[in-house]
């Protein structure tokens, strides 16, 4: 049997879900959603407690969050490389290689994570000196320093949860999610209002939740994880993998930043109705996050198995159910924002009504930042992630910050003219994506992961029993002997007496193999 039917076959085994893609993306993001849901419910009730302290303390408590979420975002961004890889490899075949992605993305993770403590606590202290209020300042130095002691384990925990993601499991981190937000909500209550620690109270309420967070989703695979061990290789494609995606994120997420620092130098009631509303309205950003996620999933199966026509069907699915939504929820908050706003904000009419403000604006772009982030994920999964990088750098820096300065200082508009900036930044990127899926502009990069994957070392002895979706009554087992820049040696060796239909040389180009399931090669010796 051929190479490049072998490889046929281990797509058609592995792709379970071609006849129902919607049915598959739902169950993939189903759970993703009630965790980012619960992780909203979450940061709902810590808004609460902490706005009943004061504005100081809530405006504190968002700039300490948002300068903590920067320090990592880079992070988080490079390591969703790792769930695109280990989907890819499922597509393609290739078990073998995901304990050695995940043990390169644990191993980045951490190294990451500890840089990030060593950063926040030299950046805590300057924070006071950003804010237009000393007290918020200091509150948000104090916030930081704590939450910063997390870094660590939280990359960790991102490590983990991206590989499961890639592996399709989405029940697992739900699971831990949940027990983590439940957590944080009870120990916010205890320090925040039993024991009156403060914002303190906040920020260690935050690392005990995400600490068990790590803990229930990582038990489960203790074993596994103890086993993992560093690879040279995998640790070189999950950083060329997700280093353009930490550049866009940690570049998106600075521009962002400024923004919340520059509503932050406004008022008060301007920064604490930024953090206020971001909270918000997460619950209509983070379910079409959950569809982007699975997107992505799908789509590296798809890719890994050279099935390239499922991707505008994955996509095609995506924002119908993302755009939906995001409708549902401008709907409500076009008519409820108003009486959300009050309720958290008490007797602060002040915030009550900076607050109301910016639901007003938001309901500009939720429809389109659904749009914006489903078509990222569908450009991760094809590892299409130049592209998106490119685009969402230039938008969010000629976009965001020079507009917010303009309409929300210069005009004299407030945090409402900040988030305008943002709502441009959100609408043109949107455009820019889907019109580069549509094109189907990712497929050069598409077949340029695929056969890098094919490709890659096998992982294990040679002669070992077959892994995952390899069964032993296979009628092909590919062993990698030796690779080059140009060329894949190959042994087919099959497990029971196969009479082949035509001679199979034993050295072959792997891009004329590969490129041949996809139409562009007639025939292969």
């Known amino acids: ?98 304990d050695s992605l995940l ?42 320093a704590l939450r910063s002691l997390g870094a660590p384990h939280w990359m960790f925990l991102v490590a983990l949860r991206e590989a499961r993601y890639g592996e399709g499991d989405t029940a697992g981190p739900m699971r831990a999610s949940l027990a983590g937000n439940v957590v944080n ?15 303190q109270g906040a920020a260690v309420a935050a690392l005990c939740g995400s600490m068990v967070e790590l803990l229930v989703l990582a038990w489960p695979m203790r074993q596994r994880i103890l086993g993992l061990r560093w690879r040279g290789d995998a640790a070189r494609a999950v950083w060329s993998q997700g280093l353009p995606n930490g550049l866009q994120f940690t570049m998106e997420v600075g521009a962002f930043t400024i923004l919340t620092m520059m509503v932050a130098t406004m008022s008060s009631d301007d920064a604490g109705a930024h953090q206020m509303v971001l909270h ?59 009486t959300i706003t009050r309720a958290l904000a008490g007797s602060n009419d002040g915030l009550a009504h900076a607050a109301q403000m910016l639901v007003h604006v938001s309901l500009a772009f939720l429809f389109a930042d659904a749009a914006n982030v489903i078509a990222r994920g569908i450009l991760r999964g094809a590892s299409d992630v130049r592209y998106a990088a490119i685009v969402g750098i230039i938008t969010s820096w000629l976009t965001t910050p020079p507009l917010a300065w303009l309409f929300g200082i210069r005009w004299g508009l407030g945090a409402p003219g ?94 004329a193999n590969v490129l041949a399931h996809d139409g562009d090669v007639d025939a292969v010796a």
């Open 280 to 338: 918000i309205i997460n619950v209509s950003f983070l379910p079409a996050h959950a569809l982007a996620e699975a997107a992505s999933v799908l789509v590296g199966e798809a890719v890994g198995a050279g099935r390239y026509e499922l991707v505008p069907v994955v996509a095609k699915r995506a924002i119908t159910f993302g755009g939906a939504y995001a409708m549902f929820c401008s709907l409500v908050l076009a008519t409820l924002g108003g």
């Open 1 to 98: 049997m051929s190479f490049e039917h072998s490889v046929e076959n281990f797509g058609a085994r592995n792709l379970t879900w071609t006849a129902h893609p919607g049915r598959a993306l739902l169950r993939l993001a189903a759970p993703i959603t009630v965790s980012t849901l619960s992780f909203s419910a979450m940061t709902l009730a810590s808004t609460a407690f902490v706005a009943h302290l004061g504005s100081d303390e809530l405006a504190g408590v968002g700039l300490g969050g948002v300068i903590c979420f920067a320090l990592l975002c880079f992070g988080i961004g490079l390591l969703r490389g790792a769930k695109t890889l280990v989907s890819q490899a499922i597509g393609a075949g290739r078990r073998d290689r995901i």
């Open 418 to 511: 900040g988030w305008m900036g943002l709502a441009f930044e959100v609408i043109v990127g949107a455009a820019l994506f889907w019109l580069r899926v549509v094109r189907g502009g990712w497929r050069d990069a598409a077949r340029v992961a695929r056969n890098e994957m094919l490709a890659a070392a096998h992982v294990g002895p040679v002669g070992s029993e077959p892994h995952g979706d390899e069964d032993e009554g296979s009628a092909v087992t590919v062993v990698a002997r030796r690779i080059t820049s140009r060329e894949l040696t190959l042994e087919l060796g099959p497990t029971k007496p196969v009479a082949p239909t035509k001679p199979v040389a034993p050295t072959h180009s792997i891009e």
């Open 185 to 199: 909500i009870g120990l916010d209550a205890l320090f925040i209002l039993g024991l009156g620690w403060g914002v």
């Open 103 to 144: 043990g390169a993305a644990v191993g980045i993770g951490l190294a990451i994570g500890f840089g990030a403590l060593v950063l926040g606590h030299a950046v805590a202290p300057l924070l006071e000196r950003l804010c237009e209020s000393p007290r918020a300042g200091h509150f948000a130095a104090q916030y930081l």
